[in-house]
């Protein structure tokens, strides 16, 4: 710590910052553009002078960038004299003189960091005559627009994207005055992270495009705070609605998991939620070929009661869940049904590898890391993840990682962290080890240390050799090469004498000895690293899901009620079963000609979902569900972190109404006819729930994991001021004008009962909780750069605090010497190599299209390849393929055509098949790994 | 003073008062009018009375509107909405553009706050109306054909921004796009 003293006042501040970032982290105002707090300082937009003082008796001080400053102890400065705000008025009188006059026809204007600071600078009046320079834009893809005029060469753009997100295809280009940041050529940016862009460009040289489709200011849109469900990481985000749709996503600060960005999938992919094709309407089909389309909500409802009470009585009925949605409607489902008719809807594969990831997490001597943490590793090993395409944000958190190194030698040659091009330039290529044991390669592949291809069981057992080499008790491999032998020894060393290694493993490759060889290894190096205290080390599985893990809780200890169990009960009584299927399409979880069989042997089908596909087909009655824009909910991330979203707005149609609460009106309509007798409490309990906080105190009710399940986020019934919080902005227009073309009276805002939020711009918006935070706004700061005005500490935690509650928490130490043999997993054989032209056919997880509802926006969905199947050329060459041919696998009834490309990355032996979403609904991903014929 | 005499000083003082005004009143008959006989005699109404407000055009004949929205978050009474939408060359134009003015106070905030000069208030005021349903008056109810107050102000012409018939380079003030592959100092 260091006491600065600005402007007269002293302050204690983090010694280790430069100027620029504690003056800001102590909320005061300063100028800036050039510096962020991830990329660091590079001194070129000399924004943020400031004049320092030498000693107590200088009165002359001198000025200084506060950026490329370092804080030292006693250190006097001033940020409002005179000459320093003039030189900062006269700095970005320059910095303007050749910015366009087109803030009206700008997306970033209203929330644009250039016209804050312009602001704070005191700088209002142009004097600069010459002629303005202009430069012809770029077409970068459906999601980035381009228009250089704006730009002020502060050179953010090429540092995130380059130097922070390893992005290849963005550069700054010509010289001195002329500098251009583009691309070569026209064309769409390639990196999954480039939507950043739009928040790291403090003005507006990349803005949204899909919001500029249909346009609005930042203060015209609703927000709510909101959890991403793209994929299992649970990054925080804040969408912004107007008239009824969801407009864009922005990158909502959690300290530990997302920071300060998010990836493509999760910014772009909301558009489903937009969809025309979205089912709107309940509907009832009575035969075959009469539908009733559009009944009334609660007939629909009441004729759910009606099914449901006539299956229940005759133990026919079932429910399948989803591991998309909320947990409470998962717990709504299961309390509706009881808990042994209650299915997960995931393959026996999948559903018992998600028991046993959350077995693994909650065993002595394992950590389940943050995002922050694995920032901060020094050695990462990846067993059977391609973390780009299947947890995009995690790849972006390796990558950082990577930069340790950099970092220690930095320390070494006492260069500040913040001095970005220094310790860049100082570390050249070096970099912290990061091993990567993948089935096709991936992109990490570039800053790896390590990289080999093999086949899931061969990845294992070579993260099975690696337990056995850093402990004895570990079991040992048998048959394994010595080339294999010897990396795993590598591997082993170097995990060793790291001081935070990372172990990172997944559902990806859909094989239980992946997941459980990560274990093996993370057990082994808690051994190995404890000297009498056991030191647990990390281990972070990458799942399927947005609620993957929140949906294995509600099923703990349950390794038998998955999908096929489901299928199993209902072909053993044809014709005598009620499935009640939450938004879950089964025709990609398991083979179709078996879902078929499923469906045509069900008494009735009651399905409830948002989007149409071939399940929704199959239904009998069908319910429209809301998405996670509409409804409010808890997803469990994938380190076990129960993370509230809210609705974000209210949709005027009566039909769509909170998951939960469909589900808990269903209890009601079965319990309301009869008195309730004889049917079980908790359904009459369910029955009883009005608002969300009922359904939390239900669910709280059952302990254990769920104990603490009201801290996630605060009740209904928190205010501020006595007043809610507000989702609208302050300055919320046109809210007399928006629907006086519908009736000139204004109508009533909607009421949130299920929620501390309001659907208004009432309301004190100040200390709020960081579990309520709609989106950042502070006086004088538009742009997203106010979040500095949230945090205790530049890149620190929110004031409000961190949002979420982390339900798995590593258990005392207990004495790890005491693990006994049967702590052990065994080691799976290793694959057999291809013969007679079977190949064993894998599944790639994939970025823009490989998650069923973000595949439906239309600007990821142009930018995702084309799916393809990917095959070493050697093993091609052994079964006689020949790229580009269209090729067809079978495996079992599933017949699948592609078109091959050659990717030597693949490992021998295998075919990758492309996991999108379309592929998936022909050859669904959770049969493979298997083997399967191709010609 | 004695009591009679406060009987007959209060009589003499609400008489006088009383004749006073009938005088006053009916003198009034003969004076001349402060008030004029609308509808048939029209005031005069200078040129920035702020009255009905309208959509202009720039001298181009195209819309001046570019549905930036500061009229919108400048009104005090929230009574404008609009939506964002553009042409294929990138021209930004609102897809509607409504004004409530059964809420409209004539302020004249929507105008200044406007930095295209589109959106005016004229020194119209007749606007009463039997349904207020009436008083909600869409784009094609706003719009003019011509520049209103300002005749030569045309924004694009000064925003930098390329649009159809306008290459970047080719506004006021502006210099030729630079060519990125030069060397040349």
């Known amino acids: 710590m260091a006491t600065i003293e600005v402007d007269g006042t002293s302050y204690e501040v983090d010694g280790d910052r430069n100027l620029l970032d504690a003056c800001l982290g102590l909320g005061l105002d300063l100028p800036y553009f050039c510096w962020h707090p991830t990329l660091g300082s590079v001194g070129s937009c000399r924004q943020c002078a400031v004049r320092v003082y030498a000693n107590a008796e200088d009165t002359r001080g001198r000025l200084v960038m506060s950026c490329m400053t370092p804080v030292t102890d006693g250190q006097r400065l001033s940020i409002r004299d005179p000459e320093s705000q003039a030189f900062r008025d006269k700095s970005i009188e320059v910095t303007m003189a050749n910015h366009p006059h087109d803030c009206p026809v700008c997306e970033e204007g209203g929330e644009c960091h250039l016209q804050d600071m312009t602001i704070m600078s005191r700088h209002t009046e142009r004097r600069y005559r010459g002629l303005k320079k202009t430069y012809t834009n770029q077409y970068l893809g459906p999601c980035i627009s381009h228009e250089m005029n704006r730009c002020i060469a502060c050179y953010r753009c090429v540092r995130f994207y380059n130097d922070y997100a390893g992005g290849k295809d963005l550069a700054v280009l010509a010289s001195k005055e002329n500098v251009y940041f583009g691309r070569h050529e026209d064309g769409c940016l390639e990196s999954g992270f480039s939507g950043n862009l739009v928040e790291v460009c403090p003005t507006g040289v990349f803005t949204d495009k899909t919001l500029s489709r249909s346009y609005n200011r930042k203060w015209d849109l609703q927000s709510a705070p909101s959890i991403c469900s793209s994929c299992s990481l649970g990054c925080n985000i804040s969408p912004g609605e107007r008239q009824g749709r969801i407009k864009r996503i922005v990158n909502r600060y959690h300290h530990d998991i997302n920071g300060y960005f998010i990836c493509d999938r999760g910014r772009f992919g909301y558009d489903y939620t937009n969809a025309d094709q979205r089912i709107q309407h309940c509907s009832i089909r009575q035969s075959a070929d009469v539908t009733e389309e559009a009944p009334d909500y609660r007939d629909a409802i009441n004729a759910i009661a009606v099914e449901l009470a006539g299956a229940a009585t005759g133990g026919n009925l079932i429910a399948i869940g989803s591991d998309r949605l909320s947990v409470e409607a998962n717990f709504a489902l299961q309390t509706l049904v009881d808990e042994d008719n209650f299915y997960s809807g995931m393959d026996p594969v999948q559903h018992q590898l998600l028991q046993s990831v959350l077995g693994i997490y909650r065993r002595p001597g394992i950590h389940a890391p943050t995002l922050r943490e694995i920032e901060s590793a020094d050695a990462v090993l990846i067993l059977g993840e391609d973390l780009v395409n299947s947890a995009p944000r995690m790849a972006l958190s390796v990558r950082q990682a990577t930069r340790n190194l950099s970092f220690e030698l930095a320390r070494k040659s006492q260069i500040p962290l913040w001095q970005d091009t220094s310790v860049r330039n100082l570390a050249q290529d070096r970099r912290s080890p990061l091993m990567i044991l993948s089935v096709a390669g991936t992109d990490l592949d570039a800053i790896a240390s390590l990289r080999l291809s093999a086949a899931a069981d061969d990845i294992a057992r070579l993260g099975f050799a690696v337990a056995r080499c850093l402990s004895d008790r570990a079991p040992a491999v048998p048959n394994l090469s010595p080339d294999l032998e010897s990396t795993a020894a590598g591997i082993a060393d170097c995990l060793l004498r790291a001081k935070n290694p990372v172990i990172i493993s997944g559902t990806s490759c859909n094989t239980p000895s992946v997941v459980e060889s990560a274990a093996q290894v993370a057990m082994a190096l808690s051994l190995a690293k404890s000297n009498g205290q056991i030191r647990p080390s990390w281990l972070s599985y990458v799942l399927p899901a947005a609620n993957s893990l929140g949906l294995a809780m509600l099923q703990e200890g349950n390794d038998d009620n998955h999908l096929e169990r489901a299928m199993q009960r209902v072909l053993a009584n044809p014709g005598q079963c009620t499935a009640l299927i939450l938004q879950n399409d089964l025709y990609a979880r398991a083979e179709p000609s078996r879902v078929d069989a499923f469906f045509g042997n069900l008494k009735s089908c009651i399905v409830l979902d948002q989007q149409p596909n071939r399940t929704t087909d199959r239904a009998n009655i069908l319910v429209p569900t809301q998405t996670d824009f509409e409804t409010e909910g808890t997803l469990v991330n994938n380190e076990g972190r129960a993370q509230r979203y809210f609705e974000v707005f209210a949709t005027d149609n009566p039909s769509l109404r909170d998951n939960w609460k469909t589900i808990a009106n269903m209890a009601k309509a079965w319990v309301n006819p009869g008195t309730g007798q004889g049917l079980p409490e908790s359904l009459l309990a369910l029955a009883r729930c009005e608002n969300f906080d009922d359904l939390i105190a239900l669910l709280k009710n059952r302990g254990g994991l769920f104990g603490h399940w009201d801290r996630a986020a605060p009740n209904a019934a928190f205010r501020i001021a006595g007043l809610k919080i507000p989702r609208m902005p302050h300055r919320y227009s046109g809210r007399t004008s928006l629907r006086a073309n519908i009736r000139v009276a204004e109508a009533k805002q909607p009421e949130d009962r299920d929620s501390p939020l309001g659907f208004t711009m009432e309301g004190a918006p100040i200390n709020i909780p960081g579990a309520l935070t709609p989106g950042f706004w502070s006086p004088g700061w538009n742009s997203g750069e106010s979040l500095n005005k949230f945090q205790d500490e530049i890149n620190g935690h929110l004031k409000g605090g961190d949002p979420g509650l982390r339900l798995l928490q590593s258990p005392a130490a207990t004495d790890m010497s005491a693990a006994t043999s049967s702590d052990w997993f065994s080691v799976p054989a290793a694959t057999p190599t291809a013969a007679n032209g079977r190949l064993l056919a894998v599944s790639l997880p994939r970025l823009f299209d490989g998650e069923v509802l973000s595949a439906l926006s239309p600007a990821l969905a142009q930018r995702a390849e084309l799916p393809q199947l990917e095959i070493h050329p050697e093993t091609a060459a052994a079964v006689g393929l020949v790229e580009g041919h269209i090729a067809t696998i079978r495996l079992e009834s599933c017949q699948l055509k592609l078109p091959l490309r050659f990717n030597p990355r693949v490992a021998s032996g295998l075919v990758a098949v492309p996991a999108d979403v379309k592929t998936a609904g022909i050859l669904p991903p959770v049969l493979l790994p298997a083997a399967v014929t191709i010609e | ?185």
Not at chain 2, 99 to 117: D, K, M, W
Not at chain 2, 155 to 161: D, H, M, T
């Open chain 2, 1 to 185: 003073m004695s009591q009679i005499g406060r009987a007959v000083y209060l009589t003499w003082d609400y008489t006088w008062s009383t004749l006073r005004t009938l005088w006053d009143v009916a003198s009034h008959t003969f004076a001349k009018r402060d008030t004029v006989e609308y509808p048939d005699e029209m005031p005069y109404l200078a040129p920035r009375h702020r009255g009905r407000i309208v959509l202009t055009r720039d001298p181009e004949g195209n819309e001046r509107c570019v549905a930036c929205n500061l009229c919108a978050v400048a009104c005090p009474t929230d009574c404008i909405s609009l939506q964002k939408t553009e042409d294929e060359t990138g021209r930004w134009y609102p897809e509607y553009f409504r004004i409530n003015f059964s809420r409209c106070v004539y302020c004249g905030l929507c105008e200044e706050a406007c930095p295209t000069y589109a959106i005016q208030l004229t020194p119209d005021f007749e606007m009463a109306e039997y349904n207020r349903q009436n008083m909600v008056y869409e784009k094609e109810h706003l719009l003019i054909s011509g520049p209103g107050k300002y005749p030569d102000y045309s924004f694009y012409q000064v925003s930098g921004k390329a649009v159809s018939g306008r290459a970047k380079g080719e506004g006021l003030n502006e210099a030729k796009p630079v060519n990125v592959k030069s060397l040349l100092p």
